[in-house]
């Protein structure tokens, strides 16, 4: 029993890796796609969002089960506050180096941490305190170059998709709490996202796929929807502390690809910040772990 016990944390380790690394292949397939073929956020939002939502409901239905819920309200508010955070994070890697716009991106744990004192009145421990002052001196840090580079506007508005996941990711905690299950709650994202990033690509304008352009988009879908199942069985398995942390993996290898192939250049201080969001987030992700 004690070694199957191990073998279940190693593979949700193991399942996390995966997942980080399948959201960062999605992240440098959104920014090729934005520089090769000019697409904007919201139609790769929408082809990121509409496979997830048909494979789960071909699979709902041959099993013979229900897409209704009795908390279709939840659902909504958790779909639309998660399709804002996706359409901001796409906008996001249009015009910032990946790393960045990913980190930005990440800064949901906490926020999650921030909101739970301010809005759900949890008093913090010192720890979270710890983690909360090292977050925002990280966002800080971050913030300096994209600012002298007069891309304030951009980097705010990619900040702002951590604030929405993690109103987004409190809402699916409300969720699972009562009874959903994480397919329910990962189809109705979906089903909201692709509806919301159509609506704004209506205003923006939609790019015809061609046989160049279709791989990237068909890949954003497959490489989304196989890293939140990945993602799923890591937390269904693995220690949430250990996988918490694992996530963030997501920003080193967009980091290196970002260095290789995209020849971005972070100075010292960008760096430093990105490193102390990664440090601050785990430590928020330890704090709710042992609540």
Known sequence: MIFYGKMKLKLGSAWMIIAA??????????KNATV????????????????????????????RQLLKTPFIFG???RGTAGTIALLLSFYGLQ??????????????????ALLSWLWLKEQPSAKTWTALLLGLAGIALILRPAFQANLWLETLLNLAAGLFAAFALLQVRELSQKGEPAWRIVFYFSAVGTLGAAVMAIFVGWHTPTAQSLPYLLGVGLCGLLAQLAM?????????????????LTIVFSAIY???????????????????????GSLCALSEYRR
Request: no cysteine; net charge negative; aromatic share 18%.
């Open 232 to 248: 799923t069985q890591a937390y269904s398995e693995g220690n949430k502390f250990t996988v918490g942390a694992l996530s963030y």
């Open 75 to 77: 659902h909504l508010w």
């Open 36 to 63: 090769r073929f000019h697409m904007n956020a919201y139609e790769l939002a929408f082809w990121r969002s509409l496979l997830p939502a048909l494979m789960i409901a071909i699979n709902v239905f041959s099993r």
């Open 95 to 112: 015009y910032l180096p990946l790393a960045t716009s990913v980190t930005l991106s990440y800064t949901s744990a906490i926020f999650i």
């Open 21 to 30: 690394f399948l959201f960062a292949i999605m992240g440098i397939l959104v």
């Open 258 to 280: 970002g260095a290789i192939f995209l020849g971005e250049v972070m100075d010292i201080w960008e760096i430093v910040g990105i490193l102390t969001v990664i440090f601050a």
